[in-house]
């Protein structure tokens, strides 16, 4: 059975047994503090478990999932993965166990007709329900059941001694024997034992407890309302379908591991673990950017670019040295498609930001073997044989440099690598990780505060003003309620309905005054928070209580300009499509009443040409003062009418669209114009890199292009008066001057370049006599060009054992320039091997040939010990 009809059959099971399908939500989780990536079927209905929405009873999907956890394990074993599919059914307080379970066995057996003398089933120890199910229900043979603790059948793992506290409960798995040729041996084989003979195919959790300490004990009391939260591994359950006993040779794995194997050329069976890490890794990334996470330092973007690394030195140990993996991923596109079609549109996108990440860890590759050959220098001149841990560990996390890369370098001049400590630091690495990722019961439950509160309607679309009664006060830390806020004291007023915009969809809350005639309080901020609109105040005069009347009034200039920049942000998207090609969409966004900043996909800078043509094409919209429509519409109509939606954000049923003339259509909630022309100017102040294939640009409009316009003018008013000449020929006087003062640089070095032999002569004549040797060290504070001609004339005018460092020290870095004559060389001295070993003492490293070698730092406070190092090896080599 294939595996896109196994995802249609569980979606059309469940969906007969009245349960909503969704469709898999994003990789990235929205509005979720606790997760970087979403790694489980149920991220998406944490707002059901919740009970912040009751609309649902029963669900089922097939999600989209990503986890690092064991990233070292993929490619080694039959079923680990970075990204994976994650089918399962849930239920909100609906039924509980006995269906859950009844309707798993039904599906395995009867639905994809999985013998039943292959299936196992272990249960929680402690769970009699579930057994009872099983044994009664299920008339499941009682010898094939196990029961395990909580390490292994209690979700989340060890929840009940270790925690974390917050909901939790036992859960069932099924398993699938593969039989007894691929286990152990043992007679009491069974899925307690990790020999591989049996497969976790689908897990089971009854959400129906609340894990709390009292009196220093854990104590599991039950929930009002109980949950049921499944799992089946879509990659597994397709490995047992189709009789493969790895994930890697299921019909969605196969063609890439193909395409791999084409790639690599002459490899065999014995690459295998490397190409499906590599396979694996790509269709990760490949998701991962798709949905909007590109490679960078910083959190998400951290672990997209070091599974793209990891991948890209899978390659390396195949022989494989230039960029490959961007080639892999039309084959991955041409495979998932049927399920997510999608990414057809974001192939040619996301396969020039691998490549474009991949020509990075090149040259990261050389920055690491520099870094390494620093740390081997260090430790075998103080005559240790162990590169330690942590500087193992650095390597591989600050500089993406893998592991085995490491060993295998140390292990070629006869050092060992700390493994061990490496290991350890790993999994600390982990544990943190893992803990930031548990759904904590702070996290999990939102804050109940928030939650109790009904849902604020926001009506400042139509209206500025509004007069209500304050239906809750909170602190400003949202971690109690209270009473009252006092003159000068910080809090939050909450209403049942606000013409005040909450933070959102990339754009800044509104700011405003909230009074009545005994209390004045000014709004320094408004946020959303689970659909409740609070209003941050602080108050100015007198006090405000709940239950008192105020009357709410948005700053009417404030909310204008966001306004005039949020239309704006829409036309510079129109924009760089036109300009730049269908492949850009929207990466992100921030919008204020003084500017806004747009991020978008693009693989290359915008040229000065392309920035012009953009800023014209806006500015046309504007001066067409076109009309800004808006509809309320289903988002699947949405969807059929190809409506721009933001890949990051999750949608609603009924979604706003925001329609600009006959040309720009997307998915917005902000607060907008009624006709461009409102926008009244648009200026382009920047365009940058934000990550790999993302651009950014800032704009401002308005008053504001008007200021800065001004600015601008105010500059070339002050440049022109310097000049004495008018704005029409302020160029071209200013090119001539430069062009001037470029040949009297040149005249200036041809005038130091003929004094070069009295300087040569000199510092030859004070050189330093050891062991027969002339050493010249000298800082000279000039350009490096006209150090490297004195090191030259040296070298011409010593002839023999002659040695010159010469350096300069420019806004605090070194540049140090190595000379030797030609007989140095002969006798076996490389001045590249010295530079490495001083690449610590001025954290920086270099290069060039034997005899003439350049190098730069970061630290020169170590001068002194540079020149003994030198020195030292030097003689050492001439002994």
Avoid at 780 to 808: M, Q, W
Wanted: hydrophobic share 35%.
């Amino acid at each position: 059975m294939k595996t896109d009809d196994i995802r249609a059959k569980f979606l059309d099971f469940f969906g007969n047994k009245g349960h909503k399908i969704f469709p898999s939500d994003s990789l990235v989780p929205k509005d979720d503090p606790t997760v970087l990536f979403t790694s489980a079927g149920m991220n998406q209905f944490k707002p059901y478990f919740l009970g912040i929405r009751k609309d649902v009873k029963r669900a089922c999907s097939c999600q989209k999932c990503l986890r690092t956890d064991d990233l070292e394990k993929v490619g080694k074993t039959p079923a680990h993965h970075t990204f994976f599919e994650m089918l399962g059914n849930f239920s909100f307080g609906d039924y509980f166990k006995e269906e859950a379970i009844i309707w798993a066995w039904e599906f395995v057996t009867a639905v994809l007709k999985i013998s039943p003398e292959k299936i196992w089933i272990s249960v929680y120890k402690d769970d009699k329900e579930a057994y009872e199910v099983w044994k009664e229900k299920v008339k499941f043979p009682e010898g094939r059941i196990v029961l395990l603790g909580e390490d292994k059948n209690f979700w989340p793992a060890n929840a009940l001694t270790q925690g974390p506290d917050g909901p939790c409960g036992p859960c069932s798995e099924i398993f699938y024997d593969w039989g007894e040729e691929f286990g152990c041996g043992r007679k009491d084989c069974s899925p307690a034992c990790d020999c591989g003979r049996f497969v976790e195919v689908w897990n089971l959790v009854f959400t129906q407890y609340n894990r709390r300490e009292k009196q220093g004990k854990p104590v599991l009391e039950p929930l009002p309302s109980k949950n049921i939260d499944t799992g089946m591994g879509l990659e597994r359950m397709a490995s047992v379908m189709q009789g493969v006993i790895t994930n890697f040779e299921i019909d969605i794995f196969q063609p890439i591991v193909d395409e791999i194997y084409a790639l690599c050329k002459n490899k065999t069976d014995k690459d295998r673990f490397h190409i499906n890490a590599i396979a694996d890794h790509v269709r990760a990334v490949t998701f991962a950017i798709g949905d909007g996470v590109y490679p960078s330092n910083e959190e998400r973007g951290y672990v997209i670019r070091k599974i793209i690394r990891k991948a890209s030195w899978h390659g390396y140990k195949l022989g494989i040295h230039e960029e490959f993996l961007y080639k892999i991923v039309p084959i991955v596109v041409e495979v998932m498609k049927t399920a997510y079609p999608e990414l057809e549109n974001k192939r040619e996108n996301i396969a020039q930001i691998i490549k474009a990440e991949e020509e990075r860890f090149h040259n990261t590759l050389d920055t690491g073997l520099e870094k390494i050959e620093g740390i081997i220098a260090e430790i075998s001149s103080r005559k240790e044989k162990v590169i330690p841990g942590d500087k193992v560990f650095q390597l591989y996390d600050t500089y993406g440099f893998p592991y085995e890369l490491t060993k295998e370098i140390a292990e070629e001049r006869g050092i060992k690598v700390d493994e061990e400590g490496f290991k350890e630091l790993l999994t600390y690495q982990k544990k943190r990780s893992q803990e930031k990722s548990h759904l904590k019961q702070e996290i999990f439950n939102a804050s109940q505060i928030i939650l109790n509160l009904s849902e604020t309607e926001f009506i400042g679309y139509e209206q500025l003003e509004l007069e209500e009664e304050v239906v809750e006060i909170l602190d400003e830390n949202l971690s109690t309620t209270v009473e009252s806020l006092n003159k000068d004291q910080r809090g939050v007023l909450v209403f049942k309905r606000t013409p005040f915009y909450g933070e959102s969809g990339g754009q800044v809350g509104d700011r405003g005054l909230i009074y009545n005639s005994d209390f004045k309080g000014e709004v320094y901020d408004t946020k959303l928070n689970e659909d409740r609109i609070l209003h941050y105040i602080q108050v100015i005069k007198g006090t405000v209580k709940k239950g008192d009347r105020v009357k709410l009034e948005v700053d009417k200039e404030k909310r204008l300009d966001t306004a005039r920049n949020h239309t704006a942000t829409h036309l510079l998207h129109y924009a760089l499509r036109k300009v730049l090609g269908e492949h850009v969409e929207q990466a992100g966004s921030y919008v204020w009443w003084e500017g806004f900043r747009f991020d978008f996909t693009h693989f290359r800078p915008v040229s000065e040409q392309e920035l012009k043509w953009i800023e014209e094409l806006v500015n046309l919209c504007v001066i067409n003062n076109d009309p800004v429509k808006i509809r309320i519409i289903p988002f699947q109509q949405a969807k059929k009418e190809n409506v721009l939606a933001l890949f990051t954000e999750k949608y609603k049923d009924i979604v706003r669209v925001v329609e600009i003339g006959d040309y720009s259509k997307e998915l917005c909630g902000g607060t907008h114009l009624k006709f461009t022309g409102e926008i009244g100017l648009f200026k382009i102040v920047s365009e940058s890199a934000v990550a790999s294939g993302i651009r950014r640009i800032t704009a401002v409009t308005g008053r504001w292009a008007y200021n800065y316009i001004r600015e601008e003018e105010e500059v070339l008013e002050e440049l022109v008066a310097m000049l004495k000449t008018d704005r029409k020929k302020a160029g071209k006087q200013l090119r001539n001057i430069l062009a001037k003062m470029k040949d009297l640089e040149t005249e200036l070095t041809k005038c130091k370049l003929q004094q070069l032999d009295s300087v040569a002569d000199e510092l030859l004549q004070n050189a330093e006599q050891i062991k027969g040797i002339k050493y010249i060290w000298k800082r000279i504070d000039d350009d490096p060009k006209i150090l490297g001609h004195i090191v030259d004339k040296i070298r011409e005018k010593g002839k023999n054992n002659t040695a010159v460092v010469l350096f300069t020290v420019r806004d605090d870095k070194l540049n140090l320039l190595l000379g030797l004559t030609s007989d140095f060389v002969e006798k076996g001295v490389d001045g590249r091997e010295i530079i490495k070993k001083i690449s610590t003492l001025i954290k920086g490293g270099g290069g060039g040939r034997k005899d003439f070698i350049q190098a730069g730092g970061r630290d020169y406070s170590r001068i002194q010990e540079v020149k003994e190092v030198i020195k030292q090896e030097i003689i050492s080599k001439l002994r």
